[in-house]
């Protein structure tokens, strides 16, 4: 059988553009009204899709005065849609660096019970300084510290969701007995940052662990990820970006004693479609000229750890130090390397790497007509660039549906996207082995 291509909908605010909230095309419904959510996740399924995403951040973010920088809780968001949804996986961002591994365990586990078997966990290390403020007050914990935690945090995590053998439950009204203690056994975890006794207190899960998805890019990130991730979501600049890190992926993944096929690597896509490109473009120039470029400043100084940027004129070409060295920032690395790679082309200024921050946050964008996107896809696809991708709608739900409607038929003409789900978790979607039970 051809091999297939994994697509996942990121649903966040009206649309992945900065400006989308304000726009008329944008949904109706509140950001909080779960209503939205469901209704997103349910457009999707329609479409058949692999999965939806909700990221997360600990912190309200700079800028609420002029843009919707909030969003319910992912993981109590998905009790939500597992519930209103059937066949779609439902992935939720936590960090390892600010919860206690039994409480994601277990959280999780019951995701996955409630969903029979469709959630993945987006596994992030927090990376802004002002998430560090809310769980303790300390400083930042370090880029390489997180990463030590989170090594750990794994270890935990997986062997909670070891802890039960899959036959452990008897459910005998009869007999009187309800579970074998003996296929339930303590994990008796003692680290460097966790001790865990163990056992969990919910039963293995239909996926026997929820599918573990990685997004951080940064070579701490790249090899955790390889020891680790089973998909990840990346922000890549340029095909020729994303093959390098495909590659780079993939050859970690081996060497790391797993099979490459196993580890599906989704890059960011953000399109505006329209019946010609130049409609497309003053669809994405009309958005454009809805953001606030001093919120956009606030939002980069943000993912660049805090850096203070108020200093930086918007209109003139920026200059070495204007900015700080990627390997200097201890917040989100890989974004702050997409960033210094933005502020070195030709003539840039910090207004043009603001309006490429503020379409899609460092993902790939494009304005074309359904034939251009889906060129680009299978293009991406079958060059060694991607296993399928992170859609991120500029506006929802106008672009998820123009997507759904023009582009995933042509796709599926070509043979590279079902035209049916063929199984009933995400596991199957995704194409991704069940872990072996350790009994
Ligand atoms: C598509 C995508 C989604 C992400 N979602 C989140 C998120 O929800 N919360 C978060 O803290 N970081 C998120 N990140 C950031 C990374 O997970 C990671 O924490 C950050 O990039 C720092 O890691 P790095 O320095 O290895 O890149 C996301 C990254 C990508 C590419």
């Known amino acids: 059988m051809q091999r297939q ?37 349910q457009r999707a399924e329609a479409a058949l899709f692999d999965s939806v995403f909700l990221a997360d951040i600990l912190a309200l973010v700079e800028g609420v005065e002029h843009g919707p920088h909030i969003w319910l809780e992912p993981m109590t968001m998905l009790g939500a849609l ?3 949804t059937s066949k779609i996986g439902l992935v939720a961002t936590c960090s390892s660096t600010y919860t206690e591994p039994y409480n994601l365990a277990r959280q999780f586990a019951s995701l996955d019970h409630m969903s029979k078997g469709r959630v993945a966990w987006n596994i992030v290390t927090s990376s ?58 303590p994990i008796n975890h003692r680290g460097d940052f966790y001790q865990v006794a163990g056992p969990l207190n919910v039963p293995r ?24 991730a089973e998909a990840i979501f990346t922000a ?50 009309e958005v454009d000229d809805l953001t606030d470029a001093e919120t956009g400043r606030k939002r980069l100084s943000g993912w660049l750890g805090g850096y203070d940027l108020s200093h930086v004129p918007l209109d003139r070409p920026l200059r070495p130090g204007d900015l700080p060295h990627p390997d200097t920032v201890q917040a989100a690395r890989s974004r702050a390397e997409i960033i210094a790679t933005l502020a070195s082309r030709e003539n840039a200024t910090l207004r043009d790497v603001i309006a490429y921050f503020a379409a899609a946050r460092g993902h790939y964008t494009m ?73």
């Open 5 to 41: 291509l994994h697509l996942n909908l990121f649903i966040n605010s009206r649309g992945h553009h900065e400006a989308s909230w304000r726009h008329p095309d944008a949904t109706p419904y509140a950001l909080t009204d779960i209503r939205y959510f469901q209704d997103m996740a």
């Open 82 to 84: 597992a519930v209103s």
């Open 128 to 185: 802004l300084a002002s998430s560090a403020r809310n769980f303790g007050g300390g400083p930042q914990i370090s880029h390489d510290d997180r990463y030590a935690r989170g090594e750990e945090f794994m270890k935990v995590v997986t062997a909670l969701w070891d802890s039960w053998a899959e036959d452990a439950i008897v459910d005998d009204r009869t007999s009187g007995v309800y579970a074998h203690a003996d296929r339930i056994r």
């Open 205 to 228: 899960c239909p996926q026997g662990r929820p599918v573990l998805i990685q997004a951080g890019s940064s070579a701490t990130g790249r090899s955790f990820a390889a020891r680790h």
């Open 236 to 285: 890549q600049l340029s095909k020729l970006d994303a093959q390098e890190f495909y590659a780079d992926i993939k050859t970690q993944t081996a060497a790391a004693g797993r099979r490459p096929d196993q580890v599906l690597i989704l890059p960011g896509l953000s399109p505006m479609i329209a019946g010609t490109e130049t409609e497309a473009r003053r669809l994405a120039h």
């Open 367 to 439: 304005a074309g007509t359904p034939e251009q996107i889906a060129n680009l896809i299978e293009d991406w696809f079958t060059d060694g660039a991607a296993d399928g991708f992170n859609l991120m709608p500029p506006l929802l739900p106008t672009m998820l549906d123009a997507f759904s409607a023009e582009v995933i038929p042509l796709l599926q003409r070509r043979g590279l996207f079902r035209t049916a789900y063929e199984g009933g978790m995400l596991r199957d979607h995704y194409g991704l082995n069940q872990p072996p039970s350790n009994w």
